[in-house]
Nanobody, 128 residues
């Protein structure tokens, strides 16, 4: 059974950078569609980026394009999310999630209810 563990969160100053990692066990992440979701305080969980190693596809929510980069790491069975120029609205908990690579497109990859495996989340705080 696939399990996901996120790491890399922490306190970062505005304008700083961060790498979040989602490491899988019990399954090869290349066989899944992996998504990162962001939950800001008091708000619903929203998808920010998706990665499918098997399809060679990446997707980004419009507001993060140019600042977020998602990538696969086969050696570590991980998917990373690099965040640059961190802004106050980037604060919150970041979750990675996995599901079978069905409907690998910009619209469907951000639908949280389609994912059946979730990590515990990693907290990002943006403050000077």
């Amino acid at each position: 059974q696939l399990q996901l563990v996120e790491s890399g969160g922490g306190l970062v100053q505005p304008g700083g950078s961060l790498r979040l990692s989602c490491v899988g066990s019990g399954g090869n992440l290349d066989n899944f569609l992996i998504a990162w979701f962001h939950q800001a305080p008091g708000k619903e969980r929203e998808g920010v980026s998706c990665f499918s190693g098997g399809h060679g596809s990446t997707f980004y929510e419009d507001s993060v394009k140019g600042r977020f980069t998602i990538s696969g790491d086969n050696a570590k069975n991980a998917v990373h999310l690099d965040i640059n120029n961190l802004q106050a609205e980037d604060a919150g908990v970041y979750y990675c999630a996995a599901r079978p690579p069905i409907g690998v497109n910009q619209l469907m990859c951000f639908v949280a209810t389609m994912y059946d495996t979730w990590g515990q989340g990693t907290q990002v705080t943006v403050s000077s």
